[in-house]
């Protein structure tokens, strides 16, 4: 059984709702990566469908987000982060997540790039305007989140690893 649905969301659109208590560490869901976006992907998917729905990912392989996992919106104070585990990514819960709360994860957590956009997620820690870059986050949620960071993205990033653990001596 399930432990989430997807329903109408303050945040953005539609999320990701938890439908019973999950436990801090819990997985909440395995995240299928079974449609990867390359250049010999199909061109008539829904307009907007391989802007807003798409991961990347360790060698440059991207894939199309399946449901419900493309629907977890971004909160910049998050219940949930993304592992990955024997090559399996898994969405597991950063802390006590309560029947009925909308899963989300900060997007920076294992993000890079350019992409900016106004954040809605109305949360008090709430930065307002997202730099979709690991790096470009304040220094003290860089610190609070390195422990959520992908090995793969450690390993590609490892000298701005290296300098922000060097900083926090």
């Not at 995240?31 to 250049?39: A, C, G, H, L, P």
């Not at 008539?44 to 798409?54: M, P, Q, R, V």
């Not at 809605?120 to 709430?126: A, E, F, Q, Y």
Request: aromatic share 10%; with cysteine.
């Amino acid at each position: 059984m399930s432990k989430v649905i997807v329903k109408a969301s303050p945040i953005n659109g539609v999320g990701v709702f938890a439908v019973e208590n999950i436990a801090k560490g819990a997985m909440i869901l395995a995240i299928d990566e079974s449609r990867e976006v390359t250049n010999d992907s199909p061109v008539d998917a829904a307009k907007g469908e391989y802007e807003y729905h798409c991961d990347y990912l360790a060698g440059g392989k991207v894939v199309l987000m399946q449901f419900p996992e493309r629907h977890i919106n971004h909160s910049c104070d998050p219940n949930a982060f993304v592992r990955t585990i024997l090559g399996v990514r898994y969405v597991f819960a950063l802390r006590p997540i309560s029947v009925g709360e909308e899963i989300a994860y900060d997007y920076c957590i294992n993000g890079f790039g350019d992409t900016l956009w106004e954040c809605n997620c109305g949360s008090t820690r709430c930065r307002k305007n997202i730099h979709s870059d690991f790096f470009h986050l304040p220094y003290g949620l860089q610190v609070e989140y390195l422990p959520l960071l992908e090995d793969w993205d450690i390993e590609e990033y490892k000298e701005k690893v290296r300098e922000l653990l060097e900083k926090r001596c």
